[in-house]
């Protein structure tokens, strides 16, 4: 013990980086970051955190430097089943680690822990090689990064249960000449993704596995709609053109907008389209995509 | 005068909430005295955590354990979690707050643990000081944890049971006395951890938490994951006398195991107290079949817990 105790902030700044540092104790404490606020060597370290009767003071730092990691690591696997098993446990790892210094949490909460982790591996990415065309390994790495992400931000966001659900019957009472005008209000928790895989297929293989798993998917150009219902996660694949008309919803726009919009964007006959789409509005309402319709001249 | 547990009734023997429960909670309505909750894991949820929680706290008395209020840390308070950890206490009834005597990061960053501080003049002041805004803003009285710990520091300047004597004086604050905690900081520290249940002030320990955790020969883990271990419930039979008996809760948080045998642990408990000095209501758990095991993630061994963290449920 000491009669001129240090300034907290210096400790805990210190100790902060200590643990922190990727490459242990030992590298931690002779880090510039740790100089900086307190200067010992790993050999004068029980000037600052003193021993006990069973371990010397690196090795009592280890218990927090290890756990920092092996925690968060924890979490992250959690939360990413699907792409642990399509990297493997060692390659996850080492995206994870990486990951966990870039983008050490911000927050009171562990939820926020992997919000930029699809940016990191996007950005991670090994340069395509030369020639090499169509979508690749880590392309795939990072869809099921993006997919598991929004899976956890759908669970626990804002959802359609206790709020009131546009209903099919609400739709069938529209009449026929209000449905160029009409506007479909989305619920909050719709999401609709690209992805270059099918990783929806792969993910629920992956959680449903008994033994070794799924083997990844061939390429496949995939469209899908996220959202929760009954505090469940779902997911529907859609094609190319009811994903352009899903969007153009989402973004505001009048039914016959986004008719307009798909069949423009897609090169689909909007006879086709329209001999459709009542029927996939039905199953969307039913699939609980929308929680209201607003007509002509109604308020917003 | 101090009024003992700060008027806070004890309401028996509860136990932590964890999400692998949840549909056992749910269908079977287990005689638990109170369900105690990660604050974290609840404050920003939109989903089913906090759906199930609002039906839980219909059934049950709630206490919320916070893990990221950062009493201890240099940085500024962040007052909008604050307002959230009120929020929540305000909208499901809590009983009472808790967190940890300790810190959870500092320069804006959280390492998700809960880390020790010096005890020294200069810390006892800074963390009143703190204590004292945190209760006026959540206009209650914070319950503050003795943490496990796996260092010491040379600027101490006081043991622990001292500091949390001093600071519970000061700020009017009640404790939540880790029995479990004592004993792995006893080891780690190598102080005896009887003194130092003699000398918390009894009247203010609101609750106690019992856990178990890793005996790695040189040195204990808080790993939450097995059952509360002989010399912990003898010290915990201490603590029941010495305090005249407070809320009890076990912490399950590793290797979770199916919830009878959850619940089958701290009932453990009432065979530790003094019947003579507390009432408990007569706990039964007639949910006794066998499930398998469920929820075992990562190397727990070395990783002291809670780690709150809900995975999503998908289709």
């Known amino acids: ?300 | 005068m101090v009024i003992p547990r700060l008027g806070h009734p004890n309401i028996g023997l509860g136990l932590g909430l964890r999400t692998v429960h949840y549909r056992h909670i749910l269908a079977h309505n287990p005689q638990v005295d109170w369900f105690e909750i990660i604050s974290e894991n609840y404050m920003d949820s939109g989903g089913r955590p906090r759906y199930v929680l609002e039906q839980v706290a219909e059934r049950y008395p709630i206490v919320m354990h916070g893990v990221s209020l950062s009493i201890g840390s240099t940085d500024p308070l962040d007052f909008d979690y604050l307002k959230r950890l009120k929020n929540l206490a305000d909208s499901i009834g809590a009983l009472w707050l808790s967190d940890h005597v300790c810190w959870t990061g500092v320069a804006g960053l959280n390492a998700h643990d809960l880390l020790p501080i010096p005890y020294s003049e200069a810390v006892l002041k800074h963390l009143c000081e703190r204590i004292g805004i945190v209760q006026d803003l959540l206009e209650r009285p914070l319950v503050l944890e003795n943490p496990s710990s796996y260092v010491t520091f040379a600027d101490s300047t006081m043991p622990e049971w001292e500091f949390i004597n001093r600071m519970a004086e000061k700020t009017d604050c009640g404790l939540l006395l880790d029995v479990n905690n004592v004993y792995v900081s006893s080891v780690n520290h190598d102080f005896d951890p009887v003194e130092y249940l003699q000398a918390v002030p009894h009247e203010r320990v609101v609750q106690f938490h019992l856990a178990g955790h890793t005996n790695l020969g040189t040195h204990c883990i808080d790993t939450h994951d097995g059952h509360v271990i002989d010399p912990v419930w003898e010290l915990y039979r201490l603590a029941h006398r010495l305090t005249g008996g407070a809320s009890t809760l076990l912490e399950w948080d590793a290797k979770i195991p199916e919830f009878p045998v959850v619940h089958a642990e701290v009932l453990k408990a009432k065979r530790f107290m003094d019947e003579e000095l507390v009432e408990v209501g007569v706990v039964r758990d007639d949910q006794r079949a066998t499930q398998p095991l469920v929820e075992v993630r990562g190397d727990s061994a070395t990783v002291p817990h809670p780690a709150a963290f809900v995975v999503a449920e998908a289709e």
């Not at chain 1, 010992?40 to 370290?45: H, Q």
């Not at chain 1, 995939?222 to 153009?248: C, G, K, M, P, W």
């Open chain 1, 1 to 300: 013990m000491t009669n001129q105790p240090r300034d907290l902030r210096k400790i805990q700044r210190w100790m902060q980086a200590v643990i922190m540092h990727p490459d242990g104790i030992v590298g931690g404490i002779n880090s510039a970051a740790a100089r900086a606020q307190i200067g010992v060597s790993s050999d004068e370290v029980d000037r600052v955190i003193t021993r006990s009767q069973a371990l010397n003071s690196v090795k009592r730092l280890e218990v927090y430097g290890n756990a920092y990691y092996a925690r968060l690591l924890e979490v992250l696997c959690g939360e990413f089943p699907a792409l642990r098993h399509a990297a493997g446990q060692e390659a996850f790892d080492g995206f994870a680690f990486g990951y966990l210094q870039s983008s050490p949490s911000h927050s009171y909460t562990l939820a926020a822990l992997s919000g930029s982790f699809p940016q990191y591996m996007e950005e991670t990415r090994p340069t395509r090689e030369t020639g090499e065309e169509g979508p690749d390994w880590p392309d795939f790495l990072i869809d099921l990064a993006r997919l598991e992400r929004a899976y956890s931000d759908v669970f626990d966001g804002p959802g359609p249960e206790r709020g009131e659900l546009l209903k099919s019957d609400e739709l069938s009472d529209i009449p026929q000449e209000c449905w160029p005008d009409v506007i479909l209000v989305p619920v909050a928790c719709l999401r609709l993704m690209t992805f270059r895989f099918p990783v929806h297929g792969y993910a629920s293989a992956v959680r449903n596995a008994k033994g070794e798993g799924p083997a990844p998917p061939n390429p496949q150009q995939t469209y899908l709609a996220i959202n929760r219902r009954d505090y469940v996660v779902r997911r529907r694949a859609l094609s190319f053109v009811q994903y352009e008309l899903l969007r153009a919803i989402v973004e505001g726009s009048t039914l016959a907008d986004a008719i307009a919009r798909a069949v423009e964007a897609t090169d689909t006959d909007v006879e086709t389209l329209a001999r459709q789409f009542g029927d996939w509005f039905q199953v969307w309402t039913a699939a609980q995509f929308f929680q209201a319709v607003k007509l002509p001249g109604q308020a917003t």
